[in-house]
Nanobody
Framework: QVRLVESGGGLVQPGGSLRLSCATS????????VGWYRQTPGNQRELVAS???????NYADSVKDRFTISRDSAKNTVDLEMKTLKPEDTAVYYC?????????WGQGTQVTVSS
């Protein structure tokens, strides 16, 4: 059974930091590209950052230089370090694991940036 479980969301003030973690199980972690997406009410889910099976990162322009994605093959986890958070980063953040046409989603974790 494939499971992707996100953790680390919460409420943070503007300018603050959070670290999200995606714990995966039931997949061959080493071959999957894993990404973080976010979604706000009434909007489509958008890619925030992804990291390939080889460890190559990719970032949305809106988060470049603020967010860092990393993967730990020993723990089968992918983390998203978020710094200098802005109110517009508020969203539900989802983890996604993808290999060709095979893809899975986590249940999401809420991130709220507000004073």
């Amino acid at each position: 059974q494939v499971r992707l479980v996100e953790s680390g969301g919460g409420l943070v003030q503007p300018g603050g930091s959070l670290r999200l973690s995606c714990a995966t199980s039931g997949i061959i972690f080493s071959i999957y590209t894993v990404g973080w997406y976010r979604q706000t009410p009434g909007n489509q889910r958008e890619l925030v950052a992804s990291i390939s099976s080889r460890g190559n990162p990719n970032y949305a322009d809106s988060v470049k230089d603020r967010f860092t994605i990393s993967r730990d093959s020993a723990k089968n986890t992918v983390d998203l370090e978020m710094k200098t958070l802005k109110p517009e980063d508020t969203a539900v953040y989802y983890c996604n694991a993808k290999w060709y046409n095979d893809g899975y989603w986590g249940q999401g974790t809420q991130v709220t940036v507000s004073s």
